[in-house]
């Protein structure tokens, strides 16, 4: 097949004095950072949804995406095309992954068996093109929530034969992942939610919710798959109100249900904005929980309360971000997914050059300055030595177990209790020093 995006080539590393847009000013992957190498630390993966499948569309206006392959009216052949496509922009854009959903690869057919057909087609034609290139599977997952079938949820529908097809649509998506050498596999609970709690049985629900995840579980172990399981907390959209709300409720329901040693999570930036979250709050949330899996890295609007899905450009995010990554000891089989999506009037291809190269440069910054940051360690002393009340004294006792109530209330009758300030300006300021100058 002739060359797709024409006239870019391999997008290269030319430092932070360069003016071309078609290059990186931070990102240079064979940079080391802390003992690993920026490629080995970022793992960046492009999004086959909004990437290849996206039209452009919004709830006002149709798509507005010129994209070579819209020109293409059979849907498999639009498929094939759009395997080279994928291909052929992650290498060039230099990321080491790509992940999708069942329904972004394959078109989806009259029946479950015609469905089935086109993924192992477009399944094959995949991993044939992997062979000749360097570039791997980050995770799979499957789109229960756009067909009309998932209108009342898909594990939580109150249609048992909803609950059945959505299991053989994961089951398959599990397979090709599998197949393809995927290292994650994601739940993202689309429509698993509620609109109202008239018409709806939240026990059974949750129920039926945690016995598909565990049929997932045992089919894993039945085919080998050893890939992580990921789940993407959101809070609503499209549901009033989903079940995977946050993390720590996601961290709940698992250890409700001794689902916990299976599954970490799959942090979304946005969709910890709208659950009333800052992006660092969720990832720390894994962090200290050891349920830190994998990143959907985008940014959304302060002034739009939904999901836009925009390439993450605010540097001080990212640089929280990858403190808390950096802390966690890295992504281990996750990586940063661009669950993002250029704007509607970024409608020319090259636009998702841009975007890409936008969202792996102030991740690399991000993680040049959160290294620095650690290496440096003033923030984490200050932080010890603001709990140091613990680490001695009746603090150590607290800690330890040694006291209740009652000794507790002997010890406070005899002192005078003195706070220290939090210093929470001095340290926002020490923050932007490390942002600005670090080079």
Partial sequence: MSEIFKGISKIKYEGSKSDNPLAFKYYDENAVIGGKTMKEHLRFAVAYWHTFAAPGADMFGAGSYERPWNSITDAMEMAKYKVEANFEFVEKLGAPFFCFHDRDIAPEGATLAETNKNLDIITALIKDRMKSSDVKLLWGTTNAFGNPRFMHGASTSPNADVFAYAAAQVKKAMEITHELGGENYVFWGGREGYETLLNTDMKLELDNLARFLRMAVDYAKEIGFTGQFLIEPKPKEPTKHQ?????????????????????????????????????????????????????????????????????????????????????????????????????????????????????????????????KIIEDGKIDKFVADRYSSYTTGIGKDIVEGKVGFKELEKYALNITVQNKSGRQEMLEALLNQYILETK
Avoid at 303 to 311: A, H, N
Avoid at 361 to 369: M, Q
């Fill in 243 to 371: 079940y995977d709300f946050d993390t720590a409720t996601v961290i709940g329901f698992l250890k409700t249900y001794g689902l916990d040693p299976y599954f970490k999570m799959n942090i979304e930036a946005n969709h910890a904005t709208l659950a009333g979250h800052t992006f660092q709050h969720e990832l720390a949330t894994c962090r200290i929980n050891n349920m830190l899996g994998s990143i959907d890295a985008n940014q959304g609007d302060v002034m739009l309360g939904w999901d836009t899905d925009q390439f993450p450009t605010n540097v001080y995010d990212t640089t929280l971000a990858m403190i808390e990554v950096l802390k966690a000891g890295g992504l281990n089989k996750g990586g940063l997914n661009f669950d993002s999506k250029v704007r509607r009037g970024s409608f020319d291809p090259t636009d998702l050059f841009y975007g890409h190269i936008a969202g792996m440069d102030t991740f690399a910054k991000g993680l040049i300055i959160a290294n």
